[in-house]
């Protein structure tokens, strides 16, 4: 902020250190920022009037989207109802690049299914990609984006009493997807990253949950974490085929039919200190031009 014209001064002394000094002798500081954050408040899921609004697609036509007031979640929410089961909804987000060592990207949300949710190893799907086709809406609310291109990473986490098993594609668990055959957030074109705990259940009941992925860079590759309500559930690692550039997230009803309810959907990125530096100089610059005037 540069409402105040006079120098922030230390007894009777101005500071004689400027503060892109102070920016570029540490390169280490982490400069996050919400890049999505969409609560639904405005009713509408595509190009509504609310700033925030992603922008909401379904990748299939046996499938519906809309805006409904839940009260156990407070509210406006996604109501994503899917028959069959494994089908996606998908939204745009600004493409984030990982380029140093702890950047990182986080996808989080609220959710809740309408009707106890089934015995499934595939409970609950979310994930993070790099797709190549941009969203956009061919009618009746799919996008083409929302197909089988696009690559990156995913939760799944069971549900009902089916238990997470020590078996790849059984349990809670990261998984790499390659855009090679399939849908978004399904298909045989993955890869585990990390075998699942052999024990503990997932999502049992039509209470409010929540859920999140984050993925960050070390000096190998990634580390990837999946938490549900609070609880890191899941974990992996990746030092080859890493997918960059994200732009699209997914979420999933996976292995149930019945409808999900998402709410407060929110990314969070740390982008590369070197952009995060620049524009600090930037608003230092523009504050130093109103104190010359």
């Not at 997807?177 to 997932?202: C, F, H, K, V, Y």
């Not at 999502?203 to 929540?210: A, C, E, G, M, P």
């Amino acid at each position: 902020m540069c409402r105040n014209r006079r120098a922030t001064t230390i007894g009777s002394m101005t500071p004689k250190i400027p503060l892109l000094t102070v920016l570029l002798a540490a390169p280490s500081l982490s400069f996050s920022a919400i890049i999505v954050s969409d609560p639904f408040d405005d009713g509408d899921f595509t190009n509504g009037a609310d700033a925030s609004d992603t922008g909401w697609f379904k990748n299939t036509t046996d499938s519906a989207i809309s805006v409904v007031n839940d009260v156990a979640m407070g509210g406006n929410v996604l109501n994503f109802n899917t028959n069959p089961a494994f089908r996606a909804t998908t939204a745009a987000i600004p493409t984030s690049t990982l380029v140093n060592n702890g950047d990182f990207i986080k996808l989080s949300f609220s959710f809740r299914y309408t009707a106890t949710p089934a015995n499934t190893a595939g409970g609950i799907r979310f994930g993070i990609y790099s797709n190549p086709i941009a969203l956009a809406n061919t009618g009746d609310d799919i996008s083409p984006g929302s197909g089988h291109t696009a690559t990156g990473y995913y939760v799944n986490f069971t549900s009902g009493t089916t238990a997470s098993t020590a078996t790849a594609f059984a349990g809670h668990e990261i998984i790499r997807e390659s855009g090679t055959a399939s849908g978004i957030l399904g298909g045989t074109d993955r890869t585990s990253l990390g075998l699942p705990p052999a024990a503990g259940l997932g999502i049992t009941d039509t209470s409010v949950h929540t859920a999140s992925l984050l993925i960050t860079k070390t000096a190998t590759g990634y580390t990837l974490i999946g938490q549900l309500d609070g609880n890191s559930l899941a974990n992996g690692t990746t030092t080859t085929t890493l997918y960059n550039g994200f732009n699209t997230i997914g979420i999933s009803t996976a292995g149930n039919e019945s409808d999900l309810l998402i709410d407060n959907v929110t990314v969070e990125f740390v982008p590369e200190p070197s952009a995060a530096i620049l524009a600090g100089a930037g608003a230092l610059a523009f504050c130093l031009r109103r104190r010359r005037r």
